[in-house]
């Protein structure tokens, strides 16, 4: 099969011409770079990628995590990975200069995470969850704690990661039972289990620091008693010297997919001796967690996009080089069969895989854009962005999670029966991404926060943004014949959904909270297609202002095979949010109210 999982060429255009992320170094803090410093980095982080992760793609899949004597064994070139990673500053890139990092744009470190995850996804989440857990510690930390942990986290010695899911709650976090006792020295005494926890433990660091959600002693119920601590697998004594710190592996779980990472089960304070360390204050530790949550479920949603990448290049070559059939008013059996992708059936899945990667990657990377620029503006304009990237987040999450499911099913429909066997990558790119609409919340829990929280926080404001930001690509694409039709299109969509939200707004005024939110992943769908079906539009507005340039050959096909797909998303994709938009526009109240002895024996 290929060699070939993302389109540098793709990823350029949406940074540079799409995004303009160039006009990031006009702010201090990204002065020092330029188009070359990004270019730089997406081509160094293609070559580790071709060359170290995607070499061991099928193996770390045969091959999976043992757990033998109480030790976690992954495959050797995780090791490599993440020293690589350490050595060549990835771990720590977006992190500022006093913490040794190289002050990259979240965007242009993010689509350098996009041709890691295409390559070898499972590989590329270990320097992921270590940079989520230094930055929390960075921005929520004691000094003594940030010198303790993030050094030996950016350099690649110490694995991070995130410990919140217990046996008994779930995704609800407000129910979590484990303990941290006080005490008279520098630490609490920690006391529970954690389930699900990835990379929770491995042979391929010297440490592994969880920072894990817990409950002091006497805290209030629910969210409002939660604390955050950092849990290390080890912990220095007094010489210095690391020992165990009474954390431990009970358990490590086998995958549907995604096998080349353990998701491990943990159990504290067995012994009565781990030791955990209070990060900020009391009581607040959800809240400083959902920065690490916020920007794991923008991973989670590159990483859908970068396995359904790999998954269209792959039926890409194949559908070029595979003969069969003919054409159907073709009757002469003596002609030479036509390549798959002559037909036009498999050109459509094709198209819808395409439409789905580019469309997904492009929304991921406008979120991690309003990140960057919430970071170096003040005041009105911080805020614009930051609600933005609040509101967009569930969909930047769910959209290429859901989406890319199917994109992958479709490139493997295209290989046939070959598709379904294991010589073919298709089979684990399918097993691989399917943790992606579970994982860091389910899209029913995205569905919940973005009706149930986003839409209506600030008395609305962020929605009115987002509808701000759509119609103004709209107001620039009617300006363009060939795209003003989109435009149209989008506007009508873009109204519908502003009807669509204020009056299920209004149901929830009148004290029907059930039936408000019975079909918020409905919601959520419809919200993902027209959210890509902008972002669709603005990467037309771009490519159209391309081809008025004298181009190259195969700049010209780029950008006029742009437009196809663009039309095609347009075409094919947004026209499913009709059903949508009348489901939500009915108040039956129907799953609301269908009483579960309704249900077949």
């Known amino acids: 099969m290929t060699d070939k999982f993302v389109s540098i060429r793709n990823l350029r255009f949406l940074l540079h011409e799409v995004l303009n992320i160039e006009n990031l170094t006009q702010f201090d803090h990204y002065s020092d770079h330029s188009r070359e410093t990004f270019d730089l980095a997406l081509d160094t982080a293609h070559k580790i990628a071709r060359n170290l992760l995607l070499p061991s793609l099928q193996e770390m899949d045969k091959n999976q995590p043992t757990f033998e004597k109480g030790i976690v064994h992954v495959h050797p070139v995780v090791k490599e990975f993440i020293q690589e990673c350490g050595k060549g500053g990835w771990i720590a890139a977006n992190a500022s200069y006093e913490a040794d990092g190289q002050q990259l744009p979240f965007s242009v470190t993010t689509a350098c995470h996009f041709i890691f995850g295409a390559a070898n996804y499972s590989a590329s989440v270990y320097p992921l969850l270590m940079y989520g857990a230094a930055h929390l510690i960075e921005s929520f930390g004691s000094d003594q704690l940030k010198r303790e942990f993030i050094p030996s986290i950016f350099s690649g010695k110490w694995q991070g990661t995130m410990a919140l899911t217990e046996p008994q709650a779930g995704s609800s976090l407000g129910d979590i039972q484990t303990q941290a006792i006080p005490t008279d020295e520098n630490h609490f005494l920690i006391k529970g289990q954690k389930i699900f926890i990835s990379a929770g433990d491995h042979d391929a660091v010297e440490n592994v620091v969880h920072l894990m959600l817990a409950r002091i002693k006497g805290a209030p119920s629910g969210v409002k008693g939660v604390s955050l601590f950092v849990v290390p697998k080890k912990r220095r004594d007094e010489s210095g010297n690391l020992s165990p710190n009474d954390v431990n592996v009970s358990a490590l779980y086998h995958k549907l997919g995604y096998r080349g990472a353990p998701i491990v089960q943990l159990s504290m304070g067995e012994n009565g001796d781990c030791h955990g360390y209070l990060v900020g204050d009391p009581n607040k530790g959800l809240s400083y967690m959902f920065q690490m949550m916020n920007e794991a479920r923008l991973a989670v949603g590159v990483g859908a996009a970068a396995i359904a990448s790999a998954a269209y290049y792959a039926s890409l070559e194949y559908t070029k080089e595979r003969r069969q059939g003919r054409r159907l008013f073709d009757k002469d059996p003596d002609s030479e069969p036509i390549r798959i992708i002559d037909h036009s059936d498999v050109r459509r899945m094709l198209l819808f895989q395409r439409s789905i990667v580019e469309g997904s990657l492009s929304l991921v990377l406008q979120c991690c854009l309003y990140s960057d620029m919430a970071g170096v503006t003040t005041g009105d304009?911080?805020?614009?962005?930051?609600?933005?990237?609040?509101?967009?987040?569930?969909?930047?999450?769910?959209?290429?999670?859901?989406?890319?499911?199917?994109?992958?099913?479709?490139?493997?429909?295209?290989?046939?029966g070959y598709g379904f066997c294991d010589e073919f990558p298709l089979e684990q790119f399918y097993r691989d991404i399917r943790i992606h609409p579970i994982h860091e919340g389910s899209t029913g829990i995205q569905g919940l926060d973005l009706l149930g929280r986003k839409v209506v926080m600030h008395d609305s404001k962020a929605f009115v943004l987002f509808l701000d930001e759509v119609c103004s690509t709209i107001s620039v694409a009617c300006e363009i014949p060939d795209l003003k039709p989109y435009a149209e299109k989008l506007q009508h969509e873009i109204n519908a959904l502003r009807e669509v939200t204020y009056g299920l707004m209004m149901l929830a005024s009148s004290g029907h909270n059930e039936d408000y939110l019975e079909d918020s992943t409905l919601y959520l769908e419809l919200f993902g297609i027209i959210a890509v079906a902008w972002q669709w539009l603005k990467q037309g507005i771009a490519a159209t202002k391309q081809l008025e340039r004298k181009l190259s050959q195969s700049d010209q096909d780029f950008y006029i095979g742009k437009i196809m797909t663009m039309k095609y998303f347009f075409l094919y994709e947004l026209i499913k949010t009709y059903g949508l938009i009348e489901r939500l526009s009915e108040e039956d109240g129907l799953t609301a109210n269908f009483d579960d002895k309704f249900f077949a024996d």
């Open 381 to 416: 304009q911080k805020s614009k962005f930051s609600l933005l990237l609040d509101l967009l987040t569930p969909a930047a999450k769910t959209y290429p999670s859901e989406m890319g499911v199917m994109s992958v099913s479709q490139g493997l429909q295209c290989l046939g």
